[in-house]
């Protein structure tokens, strides 16, 4: 089952003849208030401090989800459509089944070649700030026989990886590949939010962002808006070319600039696509997930759920295959290659986008590493001075680097 597309052909759902009162809507809204502000379910995580702060960072994420939601709750995917799903979803099961994916996920994964050539570099600004733009070929292709396929292969833009370089012009010095979050994907939004800058400023390491497909100038329409509510093989195929992408700019950094060391990190889906790249590349120095997504089955079915009619399953639909096709690319599905005391997660006991649990499991998974839970929500981490401390000690304990400025904040 998947969510439903932006641009999908729809049929309109009747109007309730018992529309809810504005009481009704706000005593709803006003209990969820009450849960979160509470805190989560967890018994052994941290305990929300109730403030006024707190309650306006989960407004923030609250108000950003109802936005994201708000074209979807007045549409049905029409039959054509839900024809589509039903048979990518058994196709995908099917060929999963059949080539051992579902039971050896690493195997879905092919080793990207090295890029050699063909790689474009130009120098742009964003705001205040200089940087180089990197262009190469991704190259990647879905397996032969995979539904979706060749609608996927006609997005021309996903064809073309997009990555925000900051480097230093003397010696080789270590690397951060970083990866952007769901529906972002622009340099400037980008660098600030994966503290590009700071890395590089502050503690002299070079840095790279990668663009993950759909997402910027890799997108069809508003940026990330077909990953999710596409199909759910739209959702396999852009983890999958992330991983891909991410991968071959590692190689990259490694064999034409001599990196000494690599790190990887990422925030919201890119925390995801970094967790995934920990458990499929050799040799990365450090990961930092920050508010990451560890099951993305799980956080859109939490998401999608409330919205779809009660009749929904008589449509043929079901949770269970698209659990099962999207666990070739999950990182939950294998071990973490990254040395456990250079495993790094930080995440928001008030995050209404990635649930506290969620976050629990991937931290679980891999084996309790160093973790921060901070006291805000999915959106108000760049705002918190704990986390920019944080990643500035994964920074000191991987590289070992000095700052060439005392460190403020």
């Known amino acids: 089952m998947t969510a439903i597309p932006a641009d999908a052909p729809t049929s309109r759902r009747p109007a309730s003849k018992h529309p809810a009162s504005p009481l009704s809507a706000g005593c709803r809204a006003a ?28 407004m923030i994420d609250e108000w950003s989800i109802q936005l994201e939601l708000a074209s979807a709750r007045m549409r049905i995917p029409d039959g054509p459509f839900r024809q589509r799903l039903r048979s990518e979803l058994a196709e995908a ?13 690493a195997a879905y994964h092919r080793t990207p070649p090295p890029l050699d050539g063909g790689v474009q570099i130009s120098a742009t600004s964003a705001g205040d700030a200089d940087f180089w733009h990197v262009r190469f070929a991704s190259e990647f292709e879905p397996w032969p026989g995979e539904p979706g396929r060749d609608r996927w292969m006609n997005y021309r833009p996903v064809r073309t990886t997009h990555a925000w370089m900051l480097q230093h012009p003397d010696r ?66 852009t983890a999958a070319q992330g991983a891909w992408d991410i991968r071959r700019v590692i190689g990259w950094v490694r064999d034409q600039h001599e990196a000494p060391a690599v790190a990887v990190s990422g925030i919201s889906l890119g925390g995801y696509m970094a967790a ?50 999207l666990s070739v690319v999950s990182p939950l599905s294998l071990p973490c290659k990254v040395p456990y005391e250079r495993r790094y997660i930080f995440a928001g006991l008030l995050d209404r986008w990635v649930r506290p649990g969620n976050v629990k499991t991937l931290w679980e998974h891999w084996e309790r590493p160093d973790m921060l839970w901070y006291q805000g929500s999915h959106l ?4 918190e001075r704990e986390v920019a401390r944080y990643v500035d000690r994964a920074a000191v304990e991987t590289f070992g680097q000095q700052p060439p400025i005392p460190p403020r904040g």
């Not at 979050?181 to 800058?197: C, I, K, N, S, V």
């Not at 997930?289 to 399953?313: C, H, I």
């Not at 108000?380 to 705002?383: A, D, G, H, T, W």
């Open 31 to 58: 209990g969820s208030v009450a849960e979160w502000i509470r805190g989560h379910n967890e018994d052994d995580l941290p305990a929300v401090r109730q403030t006024p702060a707190a309650a306006w960072k989960w």
């Open 172 to 237: 080789p010095r270590p690397w951060v590949v970083a990866v952007n979050g769901y529906r972002t994907g622009e340099p400037e939004m980008d660098m600030w939010m994966l503290y590009a800058h700071r890395l590089h400023r502050r503690w002299g390491l070079n840095v790279i962002a990668v663009v993950l497909p759909l997402h910027g100038p890799r997108a069809i329409g508003v940026s990330g808006s077909r990953v999710i509510h596409a199909g759910a093989m739209n959702t396999v195929f």
């Open 93 to 105: 099961r099917s060929l999963y089944s059949d080539c051992g994916w579902l039971d050896d996920p």
């Open 380 to 383: 108000s981490y760049p705002l």
């Open 276 to 325: 995934m790249t920990a458990a499929l590349e050799d040799g990365l120095a450090a990961v930092i997930a920050g508010v990451p997504e560890s099951d993305l089955a799980r956080g859109t079915r939490r998401q999608v759920e409330p919205l779809l009619p009660p009749f929904y399953e008589q449509w043929g639909l079901s949770w269970e295959p698209y659990e099962q096709i």
